[in-house]
Structures are given as C-alpha cells and as structure tokens.
Nanobody, 121 residues
C-alpha cells in the first residue's frame, strides 16, 4: 500500500505564507506526478499545482505567481510554498500522487487525508 501524509497547514493572516509538505511512503517504484488539490466548503475539489517526474509544473490560474510547487524525488516528497495568501485560499488541501508501485505495474492514484489551511482577513 501507499500512504501520503500532509503537514504544514494552519491559520494565517491574509498576506502571510505557509508551506505544505507531503511524504509518500510504502511500496513505491516511481512517482509519475505529485501535486496538491484543494476543496473549500460547498465547492468541488480543484487542482492547485502539479509537478511531474521531469520537473514540469502546472498551476491553477488563481495561484500563479503566489504558490510554488517542488519535489524531492529521492525522498518521495512534494512541497507547496504558499505566499501572499488570500481568504479565498481557505480550504482543505489534499496531496495527490500518481504512483507506480512496481516496475511492471500500472500507475495508481493516491490521496492524503487533507490538511486545513485557513486564511483570515
């Protein structure tokens, strides 16, 4: 099995910064992509940022220029540096992993349990 564990959420004032971390553990051959989604109350889960194994990144328009995603392939970790936070960034943030558990297995999707980020105005 594969587990994704997030850390780093919390309460911050508007304009502040937070860094989220996610560690993937278990039987992992490779992580094709890792990233972050978020879900605010009453809204659908949405992509925040994604980084693939080669280093290419993709960001939601709403966070471009404020958030930076990075990963440590050797440690199977992904990070999200969030700057200039806004109240509308308030949500539960979920770590996402597209993982190949063995060299000949298909890629499977895994999710973390979520970490709350609250931005006060």
């Amino acid at each position: 099995q594969v587990q994704l564990v997030e850390s780093g959420g919390g309460l911050v004032q508007a304009g502040g910064s937070l860094t989220l971390s996610c560690a993937a553990s278990g039987t992992i051959f490779s992580t094709n992509a890792m990233g972050w989604y978020r879900q605010a109350p009453g809204k659908q889960r949405e992509l925040v940022a994604l980084i693939i194994s080669g280093g290419s990144t993709n960001y939601a328009d709403s966070v471009k220029g404020r958030f930076t995603i990075s990963r440590d392939n050797a440690k199977n970790m992904v990070y999200l540096q969030m700057n200039s936070l806004k109240p509308e960034d308030t949500a539960v943030y979920y770590c996402y992993g597209a993982v190949r558990r063995r060299w000949n297995s298909e890629v499977s999707i895994y999710w973390g349990q979520g970490t709350q980020v609250t931005v006060s105005s």
